[in-house]
C-alpha cells in the first residue's frame, strides 16, 4: 500500500503560532531516532542545536549492587528516555514525564531492549515521597528522574534524553511512513477519531484518508501519531505497547534511509531534544550502530494493580516491588539469578504497608 503524495501533511503557517499542544505521549519515538540517528549524521554543528544539560556520573544516585549484578550491567549501556508535554513553554528542564523508556543497548550484540515505566506507577519519587512516578521530572528534572528509575528498579542510568513531539509528523514521512503488521478494529475506530484532533494539534492541515483494520496497514506522519495516541484501547499498558510499535517500525526504517533523509530529520529533531549525552559519548554510541538491532520490549511493573491510593488518587501499583525488579532484570539483562538491593526491598515494603497490596 503506497503513500498517497496528495494525503502528505503540509504545514499550516498561521496556527503554528496559535495552537496549544496537548500531552502526545509518542513523543519519545523522536528520541530513539535520535540515539540510532545521531551517531550516524553528527556533527558539532548538529549537536549545538541540541539543548544540554550536564550531569556528572558521580552525582547519580545508584543503589549498593552485588558484585555479580554489577558485572552483568557493565555489559550495556542505559539511557533514560522522556516525552514531556511543555516544550511550548520553551523548556525540556521540567514537567511531567508523561513518556518514560527505559532502553537498554548491549554492547556486544547491539540488540535494544525498551522497558516503557507505566508513568502511574506509584513510586518513591524522592526521599520518601511515594507519588506517580512522572511526577519525579517535574519536581527536579531530568537528574531526580533518573535517581528515581535507579533507586526504585536497581538501575545505573547516568544519561537522558528528552523530546518534544512537534516533529514526529515530518520525521515518518520523511521515512515514507510506516507499516503496522495488524491494526484491529477497535484500534482503527479511536486511530480515525484521533486524526483531527491530531492535525490540529500539531499544525498541520490536509486531507487525510479513514484507515481500515487489516493486515499490512500503511500509516502516514499524522496517522502514525493518532495511532499512538489511542488509550481507549487498552488503556495505557495498551498505549506503552503502541508507542514501542511505532518506534520499533520507525527504528527499522531509519536504519535503511540515506545520509540526506537522515540529516534532513536531524535538522528537523534535534532543536526539540534535551540530552546529558556528550559528543564523546555519542561518537561511542555510534562504533555500534552498524549492528544495533531491536529486541523485545515490555511494560513495568509486570505484576500490577490499578487503585486508589490515599488522596493521591489511581495508581498502578507493583505487586509487588521487589519481584518486578526482578523480571525487570531477567528481561534487560538475561539475569535468571538477580537478586535485588536493600534499597529496593525496602521500597517493596513500604508500597505494601502504604497501598496495603
Not at 499550516?12 to 531516532?33: G, P
Not at 558485572?71 to 514525564?97: P, Q, T, W
Not at 496497514?217 to 506503552?240: E, F, K, S
Amino acid at each position: 500500500m503506497e503513500k498517497d503524495a496528495q494525503n502528505k501533511p503540509r504545514k499550516r503557517k498561521t496556527s503554528r503560532r496559535k495552537r496549544q499542544r496537548r500531552k502526545i505521549i509518542i513523543v519519545v519515538v523522536i528520541v530513539l531516532l535520535a540515539l540510532i540517528m545521531i551517531p550516524i549524521a553528527f556533527s558539532w554543528s548538529k549537536y549545538d542545536k541540541m539543548g544540554k544539560v550536564v550531569i556528572n556520573d558521580k552525582d547519580v544516585k545508584i543503589n549498593e549492587l552485588t558484585p555479580e549484578a554489577e558485572k552483568v550491567m557493565k555489559n550495556y549501556k542505559n539511557i533514560a528516555l522522556f516525552g514531556l508535554d511543555n516544550r511550548s513553554m520553551g523548556s525540556l528542564e521540567r514537567g511531567n514525564s508523561d513518556t518514560i523508556i527505559v532502553v537498554s543497548i548491549n554492547k556486544d550484540s547491539g540488540e535494544i531492549k525498551m522497558a516503557s515505566v507505566y508513568r502511574d506507577t506509584y513510586l518513591d519519587i524522592d526521599e520518601d515521597k511515594f507519588r506517580k512516578a512522572n511526577a519525579a521530572y517535574a519536581n527536579g528534572g531530568p537528574k531526580q528522574a533518573i535517581d528515581m528509575l535507579n533507586k526504585n528498579l536497581d538501575l545505573d542510568i547516568t544519561d537522558y534524553v528528552s523530546v518534544d513531539f512537534s516533529a514526529l509528523v515530518e520525521a515518518v514521512d520523511l521515512l515514507g511512513g510506516i507499516d503496522l503488521d495488524k491494526l484491529e478494529a477497535d484500534e482503527a475506530k479511536w486511530l480515525n477519531a484521533y486524526v483531527t484532533d491530531t492535525v490540529k494539534n500539531t499544525g498541520y492541515e490536509e486531507y487525510v484518508p479513514a484507515v481500515s483494520a487489516g493486515e499490512n496497514v500503511h500509516l502516514n506522519g499524522i496517522q502514525a501519531t493518532a495511532y499512538a495516541r489511542i488509550r481507549y484501547v487498552g488503556l495505557d499498558y495498551g498505549r506503552t505497547e503502541r508507542q514501542r510499535t511505532v518506534i520499533t517500525k520507525m527504528f527499522e526504517k531509519a536504519k535503511k534511509c540515506d545520509l540526506l533523509t537522515l540529516n534532513k530529520m536531524m535538522d528537523q529533531m534535534l532543536p526539540q531534544i534535551s540530552t546529558s549525552l556528550s559528543p564523546t559519548e555519542l561518537l561511542g554510541l555510534a562504533s555500534g550502530v552498524a549492528k544495533y538491532h531491536m529486541g523485545e520490549n515490555t511494560g513495568f511493573p509486570f505484576d500490577k494493580e490499578s487503585g486508589d491510593v490515599g488522596n493521591l488518587g489511581d495508581m498502578v501499583i507493583p505487586l509487588d516491588l521487589e519481584s518486578n525488579v526482578i523480571q525487570l532484570h531477567q528481561f534487560l539483562y538475561s539475569n535468571e539469578e538477580y537478586t535485588p538491593s536493600q534499597t529496593v526491598k525496602d521500597l517493596s515494603a513500604t508500597i505494601h504497608s502504604n497501598t496495603g497490596r
